[in-house]
């Protein structure tokens, strides 16, 4: 914990994040909302949407919808997930 002493792991560090750093905002129990995404596309997988979700808990195959500019859904599901809990 002191600048001049070398230390032999980072798990202070890790202490003092979780003591000081704030959990997220979100609603894990809530409806999953993603506001934003990245969009890109694949030659193998074609259309990909990234993002991250705020509140709830999004799984593998789960249905989710899609709100297109001008106001229009599309109904697909989660076909990949690269899930953390940070």
Do not use: W
Not at 19 to 26: K, L, S
Request: with cysteine; aromatic share 4%; hydrophobic share 35%.
């Amino acid at each position: 914990m002191e600048m001049d002493t070398r230390g032999e792991s980072l798990q202070p560090l890790f202490e003092a994040i979780v003591e000081h750093v704030p959990p997220p905002r979100g609603k894990p129990r809530g409806a999953a909302s993603d506001p934003g995404a990245n969009l890109d596309s694949s030659d193998y997988l074609g259309r990909i949407a990234i993002g991250r979700v705020f509140n709830g808990t999004v799984n593998l195959n789960d249905p989710v919808m899609v709100l297109k500019l001008g106001g229009a859904t599309q109904q697909t599901k989660i076909t990949s997930c690269s899930c953390s809990t940070a």
